[in-house]
């Protein structure tokens, strides 16, 4: 077993670079872990999360429901820096992910470090920026060392991507932007 599939099934917390800034994430069927996410961040549970993955099979249970042209623009855009509203008819995820939500936003990222995690993990995580509600991302793993090396049960190591904007996030259903990259 890895660090990081130990870490997660005892409800940790992961710190991690993404495609843009750093990231916390854990395991978001443990509502324990999910909760000590929204402490560190200082954030209400009904804003939601971001699940990321490394694959398509690992979020299958959200994709059942989509037609074609659904399926065809999360293909077209996966794995990247997209986050994407997916309805979540099933309640697959739990309502501490969703939040006051009837969709999930998810992502299947490209970045090595996030897709060995989930990999390792053997399931998606919770991804959302490491940082305080209101204050800026962090870039560097000094910073998370400094402002939540405290908080978190393991640190992983590596560089963010290219991108120098969180993830856009758009709704499947709509095509509405809700954050430009």
């Not at 710190?15 to 750093?22: D, F, H, N």
């Not at 996966?78 to 739990?94: F, I, K």
């Not at 299947?108 to 995690?117: E, I, M, Q, W």
Request: charged share 20%; hydrophobic share 35%; aromatic share 6%.
């Amino acid at each position: 077993m890895s660090k990081v599939q130990a870490v997660i099934e005892q409800g940790g917390v992961i710190a991690y670079p993404t495609e843009a800034v750093w990231g916390l994430g854990c395991d978001p069927w443990n509502r324990e872990a999910v909760y000590k996410v929204l402490a560190i961040k200082h954030r209400p549970v009904e804003k939601g999360l971001i699940l990321i993955a490394s694959s398509q099979q690992q979020i299958a249970p959200l994709l059942s429901n989509l037609t074609e042209a659904q399926l065809e623009t999360l293909s077209a855009s996966w794995p990247g820096p997209y986050t994407w509203l997916l309805p979540d008819t099933e309640q697959w995820t739990p309502d501490w992910v969703r939040g006051k939500f009837d969709t999930v936003a998810v992502r299947v990222s490209a970045h090595p470090v996030v897709k060995k995690l989930c990999e390792q993990a053997g399931q998606p995580l919770v991804s959302t920026s490491a940082n305080r509600a209101g204050e800026s991302p962090l870039t560097t793993e000094q910073q998370v060392q400094e402002q939540m090396g405290n908080q978190v049960s393991l640190i992983v190591s590596g560089g963010t991507g290219p991108q120098t904007e969180p993830s856009e996030i758009r709704d499947l259903q709509t095509g509405r932007l809700i954050r430009a990259g």
